[in-house]
């Protein structure tokens, strides 16, 4: 997770948010029929723009992604050997 985010992926607003979109959604990825792991934000979230709920919080602006369709997103980047995406999307090494 980017520094810059902790505080606003840890909030109860985007914990709550969270939840509520995945249950919107019956839990299941929007681009394909397994079960969604990540809320991917269409916007990449920002220093610039963490603090707009209109960008943070906006339902038109969230995704729920299995793993795959996420990394898929992301260029693939995460099947490269020894790295993924954590449940923030962020690029991790892998344990």
């Known amino acids: 997770m980017k ?3 902790k505080k606003f992926y840890k909030s109860k607003a985007w914990l709550k948010c969270r939840e509520a979109y995945i ?3 019956f839990g299941l990825c929007e681009r394909c029929p397994r079960p969604g792991h990540i809320v ?3 916007i990449k979230l920002t220093p610039e ?3 707009n709920p ?3 919080l906006n ?3 969230l995704e729920y992604l299995c ?3 996420h990394n898929r997103e992301h260029g693939g980047a995460s099947t490269a050997e020894g ?3 954590d449940e923030n999307g962020d690029l991790v090494v892998s344990d």
């Open 3 to 5: 520094p810059f985010a």
């Open 49 to 51: 723009n963490i603090n």
């Open 40 to 42: 991917h934000h269409k």
């Open 67 to 69: 793993l795959n369709c």
């Open 59 to 61: 339902w038109d602006n």
């Open 54 to 56: 209109d960008v943070t």
């Open 83 to 85: 790295l993924r995406f």
């Open 23 to 25: 249950a919107s959604v």
